[in-house]
């Protein structure tokens, strides 16, 4: 059987890869459009700072310690021009030659591709980027050898507040401009104003409710008319599925180009299969299909496919969403459901607060850790779960992650037996005492 994979990094390379762990004979050939199939694209925003020092450490593997460990055929700077379902082939191009490969199975994995704003001036500004992949990197790196003074992010989701953190460290003034209401939309309103108070705490100039117009060099013209100098521009305004060429061969797509699979990854065509930050999947708590574009679906997503392949059961069963970012000294998380994306829905639900020291707060060390949860309120079935704070909020939201995937209610909260020594957490835990809250506000007393 030969295997053709298109798209490399979480999903691809983890389909590639098990499949080899799964059969010895399979050919398997992996194509991608760039220079490296296999690199850490989550930890981009931290060379910028020099957090991350060395750039070898973002490649997780070459194509030659893929071919010499797995004896996987990958070529990059590969990209594939045509499918063609019926005789089971794709063209490609390569360094201006093309060619066709035969399939007996084909994977796609192309990933997402970030969003480019309309702004006047943005094609002929040679001082703006987009933070998706090693190239980019080397892109931003090369401006920054000339030591700008300024900068500006647009856009405050996570891989922004990212870029505007390492910017900062770096000893650049900052400006994060975002036109919705709040940074990091994952997030609700309140809980996001914990994380812009942080911002403001590191001379981050955060601008809200605001679209940039006009770019002039280094002049961002905003929304308001206000004038900012940026000597270097971050574009970080979202990403979108990058299937233009899936549409085109007519491989069924849904919301924004999602690509549409069924629970064994497989496409409207047959021995087509998809997987990572192009398709969408099942969200566990409404069952709408969603774009959940991050690294652990992709990665778990391309190791079923290889299983599907190979004879395995295994089913695509959809997400929740769970992610978490880090600004300056605090983490940020949420999984689940947000306020405004349970309103959207009709359901009807309840959602209680805590603030509570991250452990004993006897101890020494403890800091402000505020969760957030939301739930049914009638069934008190988990529905979603937001964390802010200095420590722990990865322990904290992780057990609710897997509390909200499990299907749980507010009511087993309390009922959880999580470790517990003074340095790391309390007898009643955060997890428990929201759970306590949310019983109370459930039962009405």
């Known amino acids: 059987m030969k295997v053709v994979i298109v798209g490399g990094v979480a999903g691809g390379m983890s389909a590639a890869t098990r499949l080899r762990r799964l059969s010895e004979d399979t050919e398997i050939v992996v194509l991608d459009k760039g220079p490296y199939v296999s690199f ?34 990958v070529r990059p700077n590969t990209e594939v021009t045509d499918i063609n379902p019926a005789k089971h082939q794709v063209t490609v191009n390569h360094d201006g030659s093309q060619d066709t490969l035969d399939y007996d199975k084909l994977i796609l994995s192309p990933g997402s591709k970030a969003v480019i704003p309309e702004i006047t001036g943005l094609s002929k500004a040679n001082n703006v980027f987009t933070l998706r992949n090693i190239p980019d990197v080397d892109k931003i790196m090369n401006r920054l050898e000339s030591h700008p003074a300024t900068a500006a992010v647009i856009g405050a989701g996570s891989i922004g507040v990212e870029a505007v953190e390492n910017l900062t460290n770096r000893g650049i003034k900052t400006t994060l401009i975002e036109a919705g209401d709040h940074v990091l939309p994952f997030l609700d309103f309140e809980m996001a104003g914990i994380v812009e108070k942080e911002l403001a705490e590191h001379k981050v100039d955060v601008k809200l ?17 206000t004038v900012v100098s940026a000597d270097i521009v971050i574009l970080a305004v979202g990403v979108r599925p ?31 299969y998809a997987v990572g930050d192009a398709i969408l999947v099942k969200d566990l708590i409404t069952n709408q299909l969603v774009s959940i574009p991050l690294a652990s679906p992709a990665n778990r997503q391309g190791r079923q496919v290889a299983d599907v392949i190979m004879g395995i059961n295994r089913r695509n069963k959809g997400g929740i969403g769970t992610a978490i970012v880090r600004t300056f000294d605090l983490g940020a998380a949420a999984t689940g459901l947000n306020a405004k994306q349970l309103q959207s829905t009709g359901i ?13 707060g006897y101890f020494p060390g403890g800091t402000p850790l505020s969760l957030k949860v939301m739930f049914d309120s009638k069934t008190g079935q988990l529905y979603g779960a937001q964390a802010v704070g200095k420590n722990s909020v990865d322990k904290r939201i992780d057990v609710l992650a897997v509390a909200i995937k499990s299907k749980m209610k507010i009511t087993n909260l309390p009922e959880f037996e999580l470790s517990y020594a003074p340095p790391f957490g309390s007898a009643k835990d955060p997890v428990n005492m929201i759970g306590y809250a949310g019983e109370n506000l459930l039962r009405a007393f």
């Open 209 to 225: 409710n605001t679209r940039v117009k006009q770019i002039n060099n280094d002049q961002l013209t905003l929304s308001d008319d």
């Open 348 to 360: 009807d639900f309840m959602t209680v607060h805590t603030t509570n020291s991250s452990h004993a």
């Open 242 to 272: 990058d299937t233009s060429l899936i549409q085109k061969v007519g491989i069924k797509t849904g919301d924004r180009g999602g690509i549409i699979v069924d629970d064994h990854y497989q496409t409207s065509e047959q021995d087509i």
């Open 40 to 73: 850490a694209n989550c930890g981009l925003p931290y060379y910028l700072s020099g957090e991350i020092s060395d750039r070898n450490d973002l490649i997780v593997e070459s194509p030659e310690q893929l071919n010499q460990r797995f004896r996987i055929d």
